[in-house]
């Protein structure tokens, strides 16, 4: 029997792309028409820019997306609400449990179980989330700095990442996608044994992370490269809706960890860094990585309180049970719901709308933080270089699989 | 400004004929605004120095089926300086045929822009097209994508470019 999937090979397949919005008899007799991916490793993955340069300085940017849509939207309408969760996974692929415990919260609250949750479980969400925080700045700081020229970071970045994705693996089983937090629970309660590693593994982050101040933020070539590169202007984030380290480089103190005091982190010590121009102007391509730098340090003293509480009155015990609250049946109420958190990049929501009927939501969209931060690259790239196109797009560090879904 | 007198306010400036309904078990709670006059309540809610919603978190359509014959589009809206968060809902009839003109609601694109990207995906997987918009095309899809994917009654198309879509029922 043939191959079901099969590909017709025409030749005039190969010339249909998906069209540009610009055409060459339209442009200007100086301007030129460039072509930047869906295959380019400054992408971060499957993006392609069309770019209209007057030599080498950038006249206009249009996103093409869609080369990784998953349809995360149809399926998330097709399945239970608890299926639903390995999805979550693979939409921001490089901070899997902050999306997961975005989308468990909303079908909590929705249910009205949140406050049955036992504080344990809820702090171990948190410090999965944040190891998982540290793992994605990683990523984003060292191919940030690959981006511009430099190749040590990305390894050095990738070393520490490392050890972290084996302190989730040890805890789920995976490295990257982790089906972790159930909706009302936890997959397994922590390894015996995992407090301690993860101690040690702080204590060996400590004196790495001032490494990466003093090799990536402070060093001259990379400030001469992103400082003053990319300015954006506060009301322009505002008005585009940007959030998370973009934002807060651009000089706006708004964390919905803090605003909206959802899990355990109102009991939780932490500042929320913003950008100040140290460097240049504020809401440059500096800010948003000194941001996200010192985000690193944020996350840090979390996942200490949170190891404090986990090993004094929160200690595991025999009887403690991370699935005793997950729900046999999760049907929600006929009602529509709007769930926000703050994940790495940003803001990532969920609306819902139950009919209260069945165990499927009846629509679930996904607000998805780096799809609205990517709106905002023609605004800020337009008047730069070819080159400062390049170092912006890293700044806003966007991860293709939560921007397609 | 708490949920009531942000309605009062809106039936202050509207009148009453604006108002088509609220839902204050919504989380956020939500108003629903006539379809005419939405571009014209956010520019109030946006401008007003009471309500300030200056950041628009998120902008949802929804198909409610052939059955009820509906449309939606839900907007979230939030105030970074009062802290208070909003939902508006408008609702459009529906076209069953493929061949009808597409239904039409106003662009908010000229408040907040980030409605821009927003309002081509819900244009894209729901066929819902907004009037004034400066760059109405499909963001997720290809542009050569034949139906709307989102509808509750989308129908795959057989093939595209030559590849059987929906694999399972293919006769080669």
Same mark, same amino acid.
């Given at each position: 029997?043939?191959?079901?999937?099969?590909?017709?090979?025409?030749?005039?397949?190969?010339?249909?792309?998906?069209?540009?919005?610009?055409?060459?008899?339209?442009?200007?007799?100086?301007?030129?028409?460039?072509?930047?991916?869906?295959?380019?490793?400054?992408?971060?993955?499957?993006?392609?820019?069309?770019?209209?340069?007057?030599?080498?300085?950038?006249?206009?940017?249009?996103?093409? #997306?869609?080369?990784?849509?998953? $349809?995360?939207?149809?399926?998330?309408?097709?399945?239970?609400?608890?299926?639903?969760?390995?999805? @979550?996974?693979?939409?921001?692929?490089?901070?899997?449990?902050?999306?997961?415990?975005?989308?468990?919260?909303?079908?909590?609250?929705?249910?009205? @179980?949140?406050? *049955?949750?036992?504080?344990?479980?809820?702090?171990?969400?948190?410090?999965?989330?944040?190891?998982?925080?540290?793992?994605?700045?990683?990523?984003?700081?060292?191919?940030?700095?690959?981006?511009?020229?430099?190749?040590?970071?990305?390894?050095?970045?990738?070393?520490?990442?490392?050890?972290?994705?084996? #302190?989730?693996?040890?805890?789920?089983?995976?490295?990257?996608?982790?089906?972790?937090?159930?909706?009302?629970?936890?997959?397994? *309660?922590?390894?015996?044994?995992?407090?301690?590693?993860?101690?040690?593994?702080? %204590?060996?982050?400590?004196?790495?992370?001032?490494? #990466?101040?003093?090799?990536?933020?402070?060093?001259?070539?990379?400030?001469?490269?992103?400082?003053?590169?990319?300015?954006?202007?506060?009301?322009?984030?505002?008005?585009?809706?940007?959030?998370?380290?973009?934002?807060?480089?651009?000089?706006?103190?708004?964390?919905?960890?803090?605003?909206?005091?959802?899990?355990?982190?109102?009991?939780?010590?932490?500042?929320?860094?913003?950008?100040?121009?140290?460097?240049?102007?504020?809401?440059? $391509?500096? *800010? %948003?990585?000194?941001?996200?730098?010192?985000?690193?340090?944020?996350?840090?003293? =979390?996942?200490?309180?949170?190891?404090?509480?986990?090993?004094?009155?929160?200690?595991?015990?025999?009887?403690?049970?991370?699935?005793?609250?997950?729900?046999?049946?999760?049907?929600?109420?006929?009602?529509?719901?709007?769930?926000?958190?703050?994940?790495?990049?940003?803001?990532?929501?969920?609306?819902?709308?139950?009919?209260?009927?069945? *165990?499927?939501?009846?629509? $679930?969209?996904?607000?998805?933080? $780096?799809?609205?931060?990517?709106?905002? =690259?023609?605004?800020?790239?337009? !008047?730069?270089?070819?080159?400062? /196109?390049?170092?912006?797009?890293?700044? =806003?560090?966007?991860?293709?699989?939560?921007?397609?879904? | 400004?708490?949920?009531?007198?942000?309605?009062?306010?809106?039936?202050?400036?509207?009148?009453?004929?604006?108002?088509?309904?609220?839902?204050?078990?919504?989380?956020?709670?939500?108003?629903?605004?006539?379809?005419?006059?939405?571009?014209?309540?956010?520019?109030?809610?946006?401008?007003?120095?009471?309500?300030?919603?200056?950041?628009?978190?998120?902008?949802?359509?929804?198909?409610? !089926?052939?059955?009820?014959?509906?449309?939606?589009?839900?907007?979230?809206?939030?105030?970074?300086?009062?802290?208070?968060?909003?939902?508006?809902?408008?609702?459009?009839?529906?076209?069953?045929?493929?061949?009808?003109? /597409?239904?039409?609601?106003?662009?908010?694109?000229?408040?907040?822009?980030?409605?821009?990207?927003?309002?081509?995906?819900?244009?894209?997987?729901?066929?819902?097209?907004?009037?004034?918009?400066?760059?109405?095309?499909?963001?997720?899809?290809?542009?050569?994508?034949?139906?709307?994917?989102?509808?509750?009654?989308?129908?795959?198309?057989?093939?595209?470019?030559?590849?059987?879509?929906?694999?399972?029922?293919?006769?080669?």
């Amino acid at each position: 029997m043939a191959n079901p999937i099969q590909y017709q090979y025409e030749k005039e397949n190969l010339h249909r792309s998906e069209p540009n919005k610009y055409q060459p008899e339209h442009l200007k007799p100086e301007e030129m028409l460039i072509n930047i991916g869906p295959q380019h490793p400054s992408t971060h993955g499957v993006l392609r820019l069309e770019v209209v340069v007057d030599g080498e300085i950038v006249v206009d940017v249009v996103p093409h #997306l869609g080369y990784l849509h998953r $349809c995360f939207e149809k399926h998330a309408e097709s399945m239970p609400y608890n299926q639903t969760i390995p999805y @979550i996974d693979r939409m921001d692929y490089l901070a899997a449990m902050n999306s997961e415990h975005a989308y468990v919260m909303g079908v909590e609250r929705m249910l009205g @179980i949140e406050k *049955d949750i036992p504080p344990r479980v809820e702090y171990i969400r948190v410090l999965v989330a944040e190891l998982n925080r540290l793992a994605s700045h990683f990523v984003s700081i060292g191919t940030y700095a690959m981006d511009i020229g430099a190749y040590t970071p990305f390894l050095w970045m990738m070393r520490d990442r490392e050890h972290i994705q084996r #302190l989730l693996e040890w805890i789920c089983g995976a490295r990257m996608l982790y089906n972790y937090i159930w909706i009302g629970g936890l997959f397994y *309660d922590l390894p015996v044994g995992f407090e301690e590693r993860c101690q040690e593994f702080i %204590r060996y982050l400590k004196p790495k992370l001032i490494e #990466l101040n003093q090799l990536v933020i402070e060093n001259k070539i990379f400030v001469e490269r992103t400082a003053n590169v990319g300015v954006l202007p506060l009301d322009l984030a505002i008005n585009y809706a940007i959030s998370g380290p973009m934002l807060r480089g651009s000089g706006l103190k708004l964390d919905f960890r803090k605003v909206d005091n959802y899990s355990v982190y109102p009991e939780l010590e932490f500042d929320i860094p913003v950008g100040e121009g140290l460097m240049g102007t504020t809401g440059d $391509c500096w *800010d %948003r990585t000194y941001v996200r730098v010192q985000e690193c340090y944020e996350s840090v003293k =979390i996942i200490e309180q949170c190891l404090e509480r986990l090993q004094s009155d929160l200690k595991r015990t025999r009887e403690f049970d991370p699935r005793a609250h997950v729900p046999k049946k999760i049907r929600p109420k006929k009602q529509d719901f709007y769930v926000r958190a703050e994940n790495p990049r940003g803001e990532l929501g969920f609306f819902f709308r139950a009919d209260g009927r069945s *165990d499927i939501p009846f629509r $679930c969209k996904a607000r998805s933080s $780096c799809f609205v931060n990517l709106s905002v =690259i023609a605004e800020i790239s337009k !008047g730069g270089m070819v080159a400062d /196109l390049i170092a912006i797009l890293g700044s =806003i560090d966007i991860v293709l699989g939560e921007v397609d879904r | 400004m708490c949920f009531e007198n942000i309605v009062t306010l809106l039936i202050d400036k509207f009148g009453e004929g604006m108002l088509e309904g609220t839902d204050k078990d919504a989380t956020p709670p939500i108003i629903q605004v006539a379809v005419k006059q939405i571009a014209a309540v956010c520019m109030e809610l946006y401008e007003n120095k009471q309500t300030y919603f200056d950041y628009l978190s998120c902008l949802t359509g929804i198909d409610n !089926g052939p059955d009820a014959g509906t449309l939606e589009v839900v907007y979230h809206l939030y105030s970074i300086p009062y802290n208070v968060a909003l939902g508006l809902k408008v609702q459009v009839p529906r076209n069953n045929k493929a061949t009808d003109a /597409l239904p039409q609601v106003p662009t908010v694109s000229h408040i907040w822009r980030t409605a821009d990207w927003h309002e081509r995906e819900a244009y894209d997987v729901l066929g819902i097209h907004f009037t004034g918009h400066p760059d109405m095309r499909r963001i997720l899809l290809p542009a050569d994508w034949e139906g709307h994917p989102l509808r509750k009654d989308d129908q795959l198309q057989q093939k595209y470019h030559g590849i059987h879509v929906d694999y399972n029922t293919t006769d080669n």
